[in-house]
C-alpha cells in the first residue's frame, strides 16, 4: 500500500518531447511537491501545491507546467524535452513538517 | 536564505564500526532538521528530524543525530555500521514559507561499508 507513489520509474525520451510524470498519494496530506536531483545528487525543490493551489514556484523554465486535478494529485508535465532535463524527479507530500517521498521517476532525455 | 553543509562528500567505514555523518545548517530561527537515506535506484526514506525539545533524537535503523546549537551542527550517528547501512545520506532543512514547506537539502554523503 504505497503512500506516495509516481509512475512511471523510468522514462526514456528523445529532445523536443513532451512527457508527463503522475504522482498520486493516499495518506491524505494538503500539500504536494515536485522535487528534481541532477546527475550530482542534488535535489532541489521545483513546485509545492496546497489543496490544489501552486504555493512554490522556484524558478524552473516555464516548459514544466504542474498540474494538480485533486488534492491526491500532482502531475508534472514537460514540453519540449532538452538533454539537461535528464534527472529524477521526485514526487512528495505531507500534512505538515514531515515530508513523505515517492520512489522517483528517472528520466532520461536522448 | 537557509543552506545545509555536508562537508563529506564520500565516507568509507568498516562493517561494525563506528559512524559519523556532519551536516552543518545556516538558519535565522529554530530548525527544523532531517536526515535522509536513499538506497540506490531508490526514494528518499525519513532516518529521524529534530522539531524541538531534546537534542538527541533517535531514528531508525539505529541511527541517532545530535542536534547542537552553538555549532549550527546536527550530525549523524551509528555505533555500529552494518553493510545494508551502504547509502546516500542527506541532511536537510525545513522553513516555512507561510504556504508550504520548503526542504533544503544538503549534496549528500555517500557512505561505503567495507566488509
Known amino acids: 500500500d504505497t503512500a506516495v507513489s509516481q509512475t512511471p520509474k523510468y522514462l526514456v525520451t528523445q529532445m523536443g518531447n513532451d512527457k508527463s510524470i503522475k504522482c498520486e498519494q493516499n495518506l491524505g496530506h494538503d500539500t504536494m511537491y515536485w522535487y528534481k536531483q541532477d546527475s550530482k545528487k542534488f535535489l532541489k525543490i521545483m513546485f509545492s501545491y496546497n489543496n490544489k493551489e501552486l504555493i512554490i514556484n522556484e524558478t524552473v523554465p516555464n516548459r514544466f507546467s504542474p498540474k494538480s486535478p485533486d488534492k491526491a494529485h500532482l502531475n508534472l508535465h514537460i514540453n519540449s524535452l532538452e538533454l539537461g532535463d535528464s534527472a529524477v524527479y521526485f514526487c512528495a507530500s505531507s500534512s505538515g513538517p514531515k515530508l513523505f517521498f515517492g520512489s522517483g521517476t528517472q528520466l532520461s532525455v536522448l | 536564505a537557509q543552506s545545509v553543509t555536508q562537508p563529506d562528500i564520500h565516507i568509507t567505514v568498516s562493517e561494525g564500526a563506528s559512524l559519523e555523518l556532519r551536516c552543518n545548517y545556516s538558519?535565522?530561527?529554530?530548525?527544523?532538521l532531517f536526515w535522509y537515506v536513499q538506497s540506490p535506484g531508490q526514494g528518499l526514506q525519513l532516518l529521524l528530524k529534530y522539531f524541538s525539545g531534546d537534542t538527541l533524537v533517535q531514528g531508525i535503523k539505529g541511527f541517532e543525530a545530535e542536534f547542537k546549537r552553538s555549532q549550527s551542527s546536527f550530525n549523524l550517528r551509528k555505533p555500529s555500521v552494518h553493510w545494508s547501512d551502504a547509502a546516500e545520506y542527506f541532511c536537510?532543512?525545513?522553513?516555512?514559507?507561510?504556504?508550504?514547506?520548503?526542504?533544503?537539502f544538503g549534496t549528500g554523503t555517500q557512505l561505503k561499508v567495507e566488509l
Open positions: 536537510a532543512v525545513l522553513r516555512d514559507t507561510g504556504g508550504g514547506n520548503k526542504l533544503t
Open positions: 538558519y535565522g530561527a529554530t530548525p527544523y
